[in-house]
């Protein structure tokens, strides 16, 4: 089985930096599509930023400019660098990474979550 170990959450001011990180382990897995969304009291959650395995990325228009998504293939990490920070991005995060099992099967495996406070 995959585990995702998030960190690097933590209380900010408004227009700091933060760089969540979100480290996979585990045997008999390949990965393909990494993600981080996020969950704000009273919403829903949503997708932040995604990589492919090529390198490829997409972000929400309320973080692109100033969140930047990135990974570490020899290290099974991604990033997200978030500067310029505003209290809008107050949340949990979680990261979901896409996987293919040794036996081909595709599954998503989900973070516990970290947490991000901007204060203003």
């Known amino acids: 089985q995959v585990q995702l170990v998030e960190s690097g959450g933590g209380l900010v001011q408004a227009g700091g930096s933060l760089r969540l990180s979100c480290a996979a382990s585990?045997?008999?897995?390949?990965?393909?599509?990494m993600a981080w969304y996020r969950q704000a009291p009273g919403k829903q959650r949503e997708l932040v930023a995604g990589?492919?395995?090529?390198?490829?990325?997409n972000y929400a228009d309320s973080v692109k400019g100033r969140f930047t998504i990135s990974r570490d293939n020899a290290k099974n990490t991604v990033y997200l660098q978030m500067n310029s920070l505003k209290p809008e991005d107050t949340a949990v995060y979680y990261c979901?990474?896409?996987?293919?099992?040794?036996?081909?099967?595709?599954?998503?495996?989900w973070g516990q979550g970290t947490q991000v406070t901007v204060s203003s």
């Open positions: 990589i492919t395995s090529g390198g490829n990325t």
């Open positions: 585990g045997i008999g897995f390949s990965i393909n599509t």
């Open positions: 979901c990474v896409n996987f293919r099992h040794y036996t081909g099967r595709l599954n998503d495996v």
